[in-house]
C-alpha cells in the first residue's frame, strides 16, 4: 500500500495555544496521536512587520472594532503553504466568516477529499476585504449567528472531517449511517434497558428481523426530516421520486 500522506489541517490564528484544545480528545485525539491526520497551529501575529506585533488597525470610514491587516495575513498564508509542500497550495484556502458558504456535510466531504486545508480564524470584525479577493479564499459560515472568532469554526470543520478518515471511527459503516449521508437525518437511536420509565424499545428493533428493522428505520428517516427539515425532504424527494410520501 502507498503511504499516503495524512490529512493535514493548517490553522492560522491569533490563539494557537487554542489547537488541538478539544481536537487533542477521543476520537479526533487518537486519531492524531496515530498520525492519520496532522494539524500546524500559525500563530499570525509571527507575520507582522512590527516590533509590537500589529496585526489589525481602525477600520477605514470609522465604526466600532479592529479590522485585521490584509499585509500581515497575506504573508501569514504564503509562507505557512510555501513550508507545506505542494500539494497544500492546491487544497482549499477557507476564511470562516457569517458571510460564507454554510457547513454542511457535503463540504466536509469536499474538504476531506482535498487531502487538507488551510483555514483562516478571524477575530475583531473581520479581515480586510482585498485579502479575500487578492488570494483563493472561500468563505465558509457555521451558521447564522456570530461567533467572536473563527476558531470554533475550525474545530468544527477539522472534527467533522477527521471523523470520516479511514481508521478513526470504530465501525467504518457508522459515516454512511448517519444523519445528512443519504439526505435523511438519522433514524432514532435505543439501547439498554428495553423498558424504561414505562417507555419501551420499539418491538420491531428486537426483532433480529434485518429487513424489517431497516425498514422501520428508513421510515421513521423519512418522517423526522419531513417533520423537521422541509428543505432538506424537498431535495431528498426530488432526488428520489420512487420514496414519495
Ligand atoms: N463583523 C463580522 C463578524 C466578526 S466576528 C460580521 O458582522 O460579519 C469575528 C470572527 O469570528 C470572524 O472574522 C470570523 O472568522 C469568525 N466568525 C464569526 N461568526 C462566524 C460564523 N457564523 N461562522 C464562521 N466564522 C465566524
Not at 495575513?73 to 505542494?86: M, N, P
Not at 439501547?191 to 426483532?207: D, N
Request: proline share 7%; net charge negative.
Amino acid at each position: 500500500m502507498a503511504a499516503a500522506m495524512p490529512w493535514n489541517a493548517r490553522v492560522l490564528t491569533l490563539y494557537p495555544a487554542m489547537f488541538p484544545g478539544p481536537l487533542g480528545q477521543s476520537l479526533a485525539g487518537r486519531a492524531l496521536v496515530e498520525g492519520r491526520w496532522s494539524l500546524t497551529a500559525v500563530d499570525i501575529r509571527d507575520f507582522a512587520r512590527d516590533k509590537h506585533r500589529t496585526v489589525d488597525d481602525t477600520p477605514c470610514g470609522g465604526g466600532p472594532g479592529m479590522v485585521m491587516r490584509p499585509d500581515v495575513l497575506a504573508t501569514a498564508i504564503d509562507e505557512t503553504l510555501a513550508g507545506a509542500g505542494s500539494a497544500a497550495a492546491e487544497q482549499p484556502l477557507i476564511y470562516f466568516s457569517p458571510r460564507g458558504r454554510r457547513l454542511d456535510q457535503a463540504l466536509v466531504h469536499e474538504v476531506k477529499a482535498a487531502g487538507g486545508a488551510t483555514l483562516i480564524c478571524g477575530r475583531f470584525e473581520g479581515v480586510d476585504e482585498r485579502l479575500l479577493q487578492a488570494r483563493p479564499v472561500v468563505e465558509v459560515s457555521l451558521g447564522d449567528f456570530v461567533l467572536s472568532g473563527g476558531e470554533i469554526a475550525a474545530y468544527a470543520l477539522i472534527d467533522a472531517v477527521v471523523r470520516l478518515l479511514p481508521g478513526v471511527m470504530g465501525a467504518e459503516e457508522s459515516g454512511t449511517e448517519e444523519s445528512f449521508a443519504d439526505g435523511l437525518l438519522e433514524y432514532p437511536q435505543y439501547t439498554r434497558p428495553q423498558m424504561w420509565e414505562g417507555r419501551a424499545v420499539p418491538e420491531v428493533l428486537l426483532s433480529g428481523h434485518h429487513e424489517r428493522i431497516a425498514a422501520w428505520r428508513r421510515e421513521m428517516a423519512e418522517k423526522i426530516t419531513a417533520e423537521r427539515r422541509p428543505d432538506l425532504w424537498e431535495r431528498y424527494r426530488r432526488r428520489k421520486p420512487a420514496a414519495k410520501d
